[in-house]
């Protein structure tokens, strides 16, 4: 199973993004666990300076806007 975060405020943009990586691992039949960190101090340690952020296995894969459905299919799939 993977294990994504999603780094950032809580904010709308951070939300639809959990969202997606949650409908998409749905779709393509994969177990996925989605957490969202919200700790300005946390999302600071992994170097992210603008949110959303996403982090796959203590990776960052993505910061700032919504991801593509297409890159959230290769996290996904990798």
Same mark, same amino acid.
């Given at each position: 199973m993977?294990?994504?975060k999603? /780094? +950032?405020s809580g904010c709308k943009k951070c939300a639809t993004t959990a969202e997606l990586i949650e409908s998409k691992a749905k779709? /393509? +039949?994969v177990e996925v666990e989605v957490e969202?960190?919200?700790d300005m101090?946390?999302?600071m340690g992994?170097?992210?300076?603008?949110t959303p952020g996403v982090v796959i296995d203590e990776t960052v894969v993505h910061a700032g806007g919504i991801p593509s459905t297409q890159s959230i299919?290769?996290?996904i799939r990798s």
């Open positions: 993977k294990h994504f999603v /780094l +950032g779709d /393509l +039949g969202k960190v919200t101090a946390a999302i992994y170097g992210v300076m603008s299919e290769e996290w």
